[in-house]
C-alpha cells in the first residue's frame, strides 16, 4: 500500500479513537478522567506526529517529481524518441494521465510527462499546446485526432460508416433535397411547366456527452504502457458505448440527441413474433425502394439474432443463409453484430435489427475532449458514496459536446418485437435462398 495512505488511515483511525473518548465521556455528562485525559493526550501526539510525517513524505515526493530524469549513459533523448513506437491512443492517454498526475501533486504538466515519460518528446510539446487551469484541460487536436480511428473500430455506428463534422459554434442547418424538379413531355411549341426541388434541413445542436471515471493514484503514476493502455480504453470505450446506445435509442429532448428508433419511427415494421425470411426480405424491399444515390445498405442485430437467421432451414432441412453469412452476408449485404441493440427480458427477448445506409447518420462534434479532475470529490457507485480521498483515488470527468442527425429518414429501415428464443419456423421448400 502506498506510504501516505497508509499514514492517513492510521491517522484516521487514531482521530476516531479520540472522538469516541470524547462522545463516551458527553453521553455521561461528564468531564474526561485523568486516565481518559492522558489517553487524550497520548492519541494527540500520535495524530500530530503521523500529520508531520504526512507532509514529509508529501514534500519529498514533490522535490522528487523536479528532479530530471537521467538517460542511459550514451543515449540522447532524440535516441530514445525514435526507440518507441506508440498504438493509436498510448500518447492520449499519457498526455491525461501527465495532466491529471501534475493537478494532484499541484506541479506542472510538462514536469510530469517529462519524469514519467523521458523518451517521449512528442508528447512534451502537446503538454506545452494544452490548456492546464483548475483542474481542467482541454486535449490539443493532434492527440484528440489519436482516439477517432480507435473510436471508429470500437463503436459500431461509427464503423458502419457514420459521418462526422464539426459544429463550430455547436449548431449547424445541413441543406437536404425533399423533393425533386419535375420534368414532362411536351409537344413543340407547347409550354413547360415549371417546377423546382424541395428543400429541407437536418438541424445539429451540441449535447454534453459527459462520463465519471475514478483511477487509482498508483494505476496514474504508473508509466508502463499496459496503464496508459487501461486509461486510452476507458475513455475510448464509455464513449464509444454511449455513442453506440445513443444511435440507436436517444429520445432527442434538450440533452440528448436523437436516435435512429424516434427520427425513423415510421420506418418501423411491428413483427411480434419469430424472425422469417418474409421479414428480412420485407425490409430489404422498403430500403431498396428508398430514393437515395448509390445506397450502401448494411444490417446491424445482437448476437441472438444472428443465431436464429445462421439456422433458420427450408422444409428440406436446408440451410437457408448460412452460407453467404459466413462471408458476413446477409440478402447480399453486409451484416454487423450490435450487441447495444436492446435484448428484452421477457419470455421471447424481443429485440430489433436495423437496415440502414449509415452514410446518412452524422455526428457533429462541437469540441475536443475536455478533461477535469479532482482527489477530493466523492462518486456514486449503485446506491453507495464512494470517497476519492479515503481510497486514493483520482476522479476523471470527461467531457464531449456533440448531436446526431440522420439526414434522409429513408435510409433506415427497423423491425421491432423480433423473437430472439423460441424456435424459428421451418420455411416452405427453396424460399428466401
Sequence with gaps: MDKILQLKQKRAEVVKKMRALV?????????????????????????ERMKREIEREEELRRLESQVPNQFPAGTSRAAFAREEKLDAGVRFARFVKASLLATREGGSAVEAAERMYPQDEMLRSAMNEGVAADGGTLVPVNLYNEIIPLLREVSVVRSLGAGELPLPNGNMKIPKQTGAANFTWVGEDKPIASSKPALGFMSLSAKKLSGLIPLSNELLADASISA??????????GIAEAEDITALYGTGGDYQPKG????????KITVNSEITSDVLDAMMGKALSAKLAQPTFIWAFPGQIWAKIYGMKTATGNYIYRDEMKDGM???????????VKVGTDANAKTQIFLGDWKHFMIGKAAELQ?????????????????????DLTLMRA????????????????????FSKGTAPVEPSGEGA
Excluded at 371 to 383: F, R, W
Excluded at 407 to 418: K, L, S
Design 399 to 418: 467531457i464531449v459536446r456533440e448531436d446526431f442527425g440522420v439526414r434522409y429518414d429513408e435510409a433506415f429501415i427497423w423491425a421491432d418485437g423480433v
Design 228 to 237: 496508459d493502455m487501461f486509461v486510452r480504453n476507458e475513455l475510448v470505450n
Design 371 to 391: 478533461i477535469a479532475v479532482s482527489a477530493d470529490a466523492a462518486y456514486t457507485s449503485g446506491n453507495k458514496m464512494v470517497s476519492a480521498f479515503e481510497n
Design 260 to 267: 435512429i428508433t424516434v427520427a425513423c419511427a415510421s420506418n
Design 330 to 340: 446477409l440478402l447480399g449485404r453486409p451484416f454487423k453484430i450490435w450487441n447495444s
Design 23 to 47: 462522545e463516551g465521556a458527553e453521553s455521561g455528562q461528564r468531564s474526561l478522567s485523568d486516565e481518559e485525559n492522558a489517553s487524550y493526550e497520548a492519541l494527540r501526539a500520535d495524530a
